[in-house]
């Protein structure tokens, strides 16, 4: 027997109008949605303009000290060899060496006599876009993804902000999407092990941890094994804090490297230095003396809102001392989580040179 099919309750009627589901709710028109869409995105847009534009002020207001100095320069001068001669000693005295300030100053007189340039603002601007090509180098973005676990070894002497900055990075990562494990590898302070329990706590993140005195490599291939088990898509590994002329705790570094590569061959996959940006030429000898330890493959410089000079960068950039330009992946100017960012040349040229940053 055919199944029997009701008729509708109500006629077919060419003028009626549709009717609207009880209980659910009216399409949208798309007009209204995708005016939504784009109020929510100039919405999100403006905001990220005005954290932008913070960063950049904080930068600008950290690097201060330099960039008044080299700003005062500019104003009402005559472009001549006297012009130059201060410009160098400003440079050397930023901490920007020797090196940097000869290469900089060279390539800025001949654009001043190519372009015959007699306006001091212009300098100014040639000059940074001179800093900007030198600086470039250094900026390198941070692939987060190129393994999984991705395992970071993070060393620096004492007072650098080496487990503030691993608590920051910790912050970020997640934010991109990646979940993040520490290995509290300082075993020599029990203070160091609680502050970064309490970033992990904070971040809600696991901390692998051994009680004080104990053997900070084992501590970081048990973290490197509880990260692949946990499927953690970042291994953090903090260790002491370090003066490079401590060679037995130097050699302790070396160790923790070799244990982490027998936990995974191609690992640490990212060696960083935290380095304190108010060290000046001193940050030159951290930079070689780890770097031939565990072969570095990134910089933190943080503290640039204090005393710092800024122009460390630029002798990094030129190898001043013998040192490796080794890249730089994060500045910091403070102690929020916002305030460690990842380093832009064009950026921190024109912070250093006390110019107008726009975002």
Known sequence: MAPIIKPSAQPYSPGAKPQVPVGGKPAQR??????????????????????????????KSGLSRTGQSLTSLFVNVKVDEDLFEELETALIMSDASVDAANKLLT????????????????VKEVLRELLTEHLKPLERAFD????????????????????????????????????????????FRAAAREQLVEWGERNNVAVIAQADGGDPAAVAFDAIQAGRARRAGVVMVDTAGRLPTQLHLMAELKKIRKVIAKADAEAPHEVLLVV????GQNALAQIKAFDEAIGLTGLVVTKLDGTAKGGILAAVASGAQGVRPVPVYWIGVGEG????????????????????TTA
Not at 32 to 56: F, G, I, N, P, Y
Not at 107 to 122: M, P, W
Not at 159 to 180: C, D, E, P, Y
Not at 344 to 355: C, D, I, K, Q
């Open 30 to 59: 798309p007009g209204v949605e995708k005016k939504a869409r784009e109020t929510a995105a100039l919405a999100e847009a403006q905001a990220q303009a005005a954290a932008k534009t913070s960063w950049l002020s904080r930068l």
């Open 107 to 122: 390539a800025l007189r001949a654009r001043v006599r190519k372009e015959r340039i007699e306006d001091g603002n212009r």
């Open 144 to 187: 987060l993804h190129r393994a999984s676990p991705l395992i970071v070894m993070i060393a620096g002497v004492n007072g650098a902000g080496k487990t503030t900055s691993i608590g920051k990075l910790a912050r970020t990562f997640q934010q991109q999407g990646s979940s993040v494990l520490l290995a509290a590898g300082d075993t």
């Open 276 to 279: 304190d940006g108010n060290t």
């Open 337 to 356: 989580i916002e305030d460690l960012q990842p380093f832009v040349a064009s950026e921190f040229a024109g912070a250093l040179l006390g110019s107008e």
